[in-house]
């Protein structure tokens, strides 16, 4: 029997509130755990890892999904921890190495903390993560999520996203693999998916048309792919 527990990771804010509407959007048969991390303190990705391991189920069986910033975390989880329960890994606009090529440079100098002190104009945050015409109560929600975080910490965590690399654990993965790509993500490199491919060539790719913010704009085929891939996995153990 296919698992119906989702333990959910999520993206660079880390409260967990932009899941809700995806939540909704599962079958009422399904059981959805999310992460949340620290708002006030930083973490680096190592010092995450134990959060994540404390929130999965022991006995249950269970698909990792993991959106954009936490991607590293799931698949290190998936490559040097894999539980007997683990059925599966769902990778949300993410990414193992480096996001923005030969973006770094700039991006470091500008993700300081007084960067995540101010309040971005509402084209920049549709043009780089919910799309055009992004509904009004979208935005607030992001906007919230986002002013719930401290300043330093999500300039770390932004840091942490330049500097990580976890394609050799992607490599060492053996659990069957889902990747959502965003086909209007203007945050991402083309290079993220590419990396998938070439470090796991039984990758399943599945393109939703939305922005960066996939799950947020576009709940519902999310969970409708997901349920569809989850549903196919056998009843083995990954």
């Given amino acids: 029997m296919a698992p119906k527990h989702l333990v959910l990771l999520p993206g660079l804010d880390g409260t967990g509130e932009l899941f809700l509407d995806f939540i909704a959007a599962l079958p009422k048969s399904w059981t959805a755990t999310t992460v949340t991390y620290p708002t006030d303190r930083f973490l680096q990705y190592a010092d995450l890892r134990p959060l994540v391991g404390a929130a999965v189920p ?7 999904v993991a959106e954009s910033f936490s991607t590293p975390l799931a698949v290190w989880y998936a490559a040097t921890a894999p539980p007997t329960n683990l059925a599966a890994v769902v990778i949300c606009a993410g990414f193992v190495g480096n ?61 942490e996203v330049l500097d990580c690399d976890a394609r050799d654990e992607l490599r060492r993965t053996t659990i069957p693999l889902l990747y959502l790509e965003a086909t209007h993500d203007r945050l991402l490199s083309s290079s993220c998916k590419k990396e998938f491919s070439r470090l796991r060539p039984d990758t399943l790719f599945r393109s939703v048309p939305a922005p960066h913010l996939l799950l947020q704009r576009e709940p519902q085929k999310a969970a409708a792919i997901m349920m569809a891939f989850i549903n196919s996995l056998t009843t083995s153990p990954g």
């Fill in 99 to 159: 996001p923005v090529d030969g973006w770094s440079r700039a991006v470091k100098v500008l993700a300081k903390p007084w960067l995540f002190r101010l309040t971005p104009p509402r084209a920049i945050v549709e043009y780089f993560l919910l799309g055009q015409n992004a509904p009004s109560d979208i935005l607030q929600k992001l906007r919230h999520a986002l002013q719930r975080v401290s300043p330093d910490v999500l300039s770390g965590r932004v840091q």
């Fill in 58 to 64: 022991q006995s249950e069986r269970f698909v990792l």
